[in-house]
């Protein structure tokens, strides 16, 4: 039986118990939920109550529905559980120097997670996409490849929420600034300018050199407003 609590609504208080379960142990990832029956006679509450708190549960990613089997705590949580975030993105309109801003600071901060995880084989692999961008033919090759270098910079920080933040970040600033940055690499100058800056962070992970890290990341935000402002 769920606890009364006078100033939330009955189908809040057995989310709450959920998640409670969930922190304790008691359920895990992937671990089936009691049917609706069963927890109508659990928390004594209504099957209505049941019903409203395993929509919520389902929205925002927590628990997967599975057709004729029942409920499931998810055990992928990546995608589900950030897309509100996007969604509140979009919907506030925030300005695109607030999510740069947003994305240089958290960038900033895994980059230093980075230098002190980065292991010896994702050294090497970052280093042959530097090499893969000073043969790259043309800004598409390159683009890409500049996107993939970043991802494996803050993928070696090995800190798994902020991972999944900055790539629901990045997904939107890079759809806001897509025609800035055509704009930057079309200009031989610029081509040149971020090479510079992307072997400075390669070097900083071979050299496991914060300050170098945090310098790269910096000159490579100030490119990015220079063009956009």
Do not use: W
């Not at 705590?73 to 506030?92: C, Y």
């Amino acid at each position: 039986m769920l606890e009364q609590d006078k100033n939330s609504k009955v189908y809040e208080q057995v989310i709450e118990e959920i998640k409670n379960q969930i922190k304790t142990g008691k359920l895990k990832k992937g671990d089936k939920l009691p049917s609706e029956r069963d927890m109508v006679e659990l928390f004594s509450v209504s099957r209505t109550s049941v019903r409203e708190a395993m929509r919520a549960l389902e929205v925002i990613g927590l628990i997967e529905r599975k057709q004729g089997a029942g409920n499931y705590i998810k055990t992928n949580f990546d995608d589900s559980l950030f897309e509100p975030i996007s969604v509140m993105f979009m919907l506030q309109k925030n300005s695109l120097d607030d999510i740069v801003e947003l994305r240089e600071i958290l960038e900033s901060y895994c980059i230093k997670l980075a230098v002190r995880n980065i292991s010896e084989s994702e050294i090497e692999t970052i280093s042959e996409i530097m090499e893969e961008m000073y043969q790259a033919k043309n800004e598409e090759e390159n683009l890409a490849l500049d996107i993939k270098l970043h991802y494996l910079l803050i993928k070696a920080s090995k800190n798994i929420l902020l991972i999944n933040i900055i790539s629901v970040i990045s997904q939107i600033m890079d759809e806001s600034i897509k025609e800035f940055r055509k704009k930057i690499l079309y200009e031989e100058n610029n081509r040149a300018k971020l090479l510079s800056i992307h072997e400075k962070l390669v070097n900083a992970m071979k050299e496991h050199d914060i300050v170098k890290a945090v310098d790269g990341i910096e000159e490579h935000f100030k490119l990015i407003r220079k063009y956009y402002k």
